[in-house]
């Protein structure tokens, strides 16, 4: 049980070690941000773009039922005055 235990620290260190060596300089970084910041940028306009057509098919869509709606109420009434003395009981 300590082998094993031992084995396994040591492959962790080993691992630990070797991903250290890894350098990054200041322009990787620098350009690393500014790709994310790009590509957030792009995702966000893309975005907003979409919700604008959507929002304006819906509009459209919704100005249709509301003409739709008034036209039925409209008609509702004419027949309801067309039907002669309606007493309400």
């Not at 620290?9 to 350098?23: F, G, Q, R």
């Amino acid at each position: 049980m300590k082998t094993m235990m031992m084995i396994t620290i040591l492959v962790l260190m080993t691992t630990m070690m070797a991903k250290s060596e890894e350098t990054t300089t200041l322009t990787d970084v620098k350009d690393e941000v500014v790709k994310q910041t790009t590509m957030l940028r792009d995702h966000l306009s893309n975005e907003w773009v979409d919700i604008k057509e959507y929002q304006k098919s819906s509009w459209e869509q919704g100005k249709e039922q509301n003409a739709a709606n008034w036209t039925k109420i409209k008609s509702f009434f004419t027949n309801l005055t067309g039907q002669g003395n309606v007493t309400q009981n």
